[in-house]
């Protein structure tokens, strides 16, 4: 979350043209990782008496790695093989 964070704030201060597909993906992973965080940090007491509590991290803990991370993964790669035209070939085709 963190690379994508960066990379959007990279493309925004010095290139200007980022995705906006990439840009959604980075708020919806603060959107989802902040407000639990904040809440863990800001009722201390509320953490420690329920144990429960940890369980609004779920969403975002399996959300974030498995759907939104390998997507935006995706789109990073494929917006640079298109804009710097490569051929990245899909097999191997060596001498055997």
Known sequence: MTVLCLYVLRE???????????????ALMVMLFLPCI???????NHTL???????????????????LAPISWYLLVKTHIIENHLKIPLTFKGDC
């Open 12 to 26: 925004r201060f010095i290139t200007q043209n980022t995705d906006f597909r990439i840009k959604k993906i980075a």
């Open 38 to 44: 904040l809440q863990l940090i800001l009722f201390k």
């Open 49 to 67: 008496l329920h144990d429960f509590s940890v369980l609004k991290l779920s969403v975002p803990l399996a959300t974030i790695p498995f759907v």
